[in-house]
């Protein structure tokens, strides 16, 4: 085995990099504006999956992403996060190539202690109204005559997630079509990614016409809130496919999340490599336990899932949802240059 000393990271803005130090802190950190600057051999560092065409021989990669335990705010606002991901196979949302995660959850023999720590955390979450982000307010109530209830989450339509993880269906406007066709008497809840809420990211190609095809266009109502009051939720890759699993909705998968092809969720697009059946303990065990990596609020790494749980909820109760100093001072200059980038991403497509 190489045992490195040196770390080269390409791709991780000023603000990342106290958290990629923690997660690495035997190595020397070297960060490089181009993949030429990697010499061969050498162990590399990426932010997600960019195009990497001129890598030196040899050369090993570590993708990093955000955990799905995140934050109090969103990460397009800068937002500090409490957890990030590390993949050297492949990523989490990269349905095209096995990643870690799937490794993980297809080979991992699970005892029973830790999914008894896996089936507390998750009633944590649940009992806390926790998911990624922690962002909105308002209550949501459902309609009288005693439909049916769908709900369709929305996403930002330039994210890799949707790229590498739903080859068919890959706009928010064709997903609400597809569930308004199949489901013509159900009550169908469209929520939009918050990131395009906060106008810092692009809305989605026609995501205007929304509301021809759902009940309901819910905005600001917390995740959480929706998700313990609707029937299922129908999602491309959306991150709130699992955070419904977790709260025992049904969930029909249009893409191939990591959550799907274990059993646990109606795929409509059918993952042969995958195939083993998991319980929900040992999803989430794999998931939030194995998977992340864990920061405290100064951004050094404190280990557990259920730590990060205790300090998401101070943070939250701190915050009471409103948005920091520094949030509504940085908002309007993070909006135009998200719109840049986004804009940059579409026609590169």
Excluded at 278 to 285: K, N, Q, R, T, W
Excluded at 305 to 315: A, D, S, V, Y
């Amino acid at each position: 085995m190489i045992q490195d000393s040196i770390l080269y990271a390409l791709g991780f803005a000023w603000r990342k990099r106290v958290f990629l130090r923690a997660c690495f802190p035997g190595l020397s950190l070297v960060f490089v504006d181009a993949p030429e600057a990697v010499p061969p051999g050498a162990l590399l560092a990426v932010w997600g999956v960019p195009a990497l065409p001129l890598l030196a021989p040899g050369v090993r990669l570590v993708r990093v992403e955000d955990g799905f335990l995140r934050s109090v705010g969103l990460g397009a606002d800068w937002v500090r996060p409490m957890s990030w991901v590390l993949d050297r196979r492949g990523m989490y949302f990269d349905a095209t190539a096995p990643s870690d995660m799937e490794t993980l959850l297809a080979t991992t023999v699970w005892s029973p202690e830790l999914l008894q720590r896996a089936a507390a955390l998750r009633e944590m979450i649940v009992h806390e109204g926790l998911t990624k982000y922690n962002v909105g307010v308002g209550q949501w109530s459902r309609p009288e005559r005693g439909q049916r209830v769908i709900l369709v989450p929305g996403q930002v339509e330039t994210d890799a997630s949707i790229r590498y993880g739903s080859p068919v269906v890959r706009t928010n406007l064709e997903l609400l079509r597809r569930v308004r066709v199949a489901h013509p008497d159900a009550y169908v809840l469209y929520k939009p990614h918050p990131d395009v809420v906060a106008g810092l990211r692009l809305r989605g190609e026609a995501e205007s016409r929304a509301v021809d095809f759902c009940d309901e266009l819910l905005v600001h109502v917390p995740m959480h809130y929706l998700l313990e009051r609707v029937d299922e939720v129908h999602v491309m890759t959306s991150l709130a496919g699992f955070e419904a699993l977790l709260r025992g909705r049904k969930v029909v998968c249009h893409g191939q999340p990591f959550y799907a092809g274990w059993g646990l969720t109606q795929d409509l697009l059918p993952m042969p490599r995958r195939g083993r059946e998991l319980s929900l303990d040992a999803l989430v065990a794999g998931a939030l336990i194995l998977y992340p990596r864990y920061f405290d609020t100064q951004g050094a790494a404190c280990g557990t899932p259920e730590q990060t749980l205790q300090e998401l909820l101070t943070w939250r109760d701190r915050s009471r949802g409103r948005l920091s100093w520094s949030q509504r001072l940085w908002r309007p200059v993070l909006q135009l240059l998200a719109w840049w980038q986004d804009g940059k991403r579409r026609r590169s497509a």
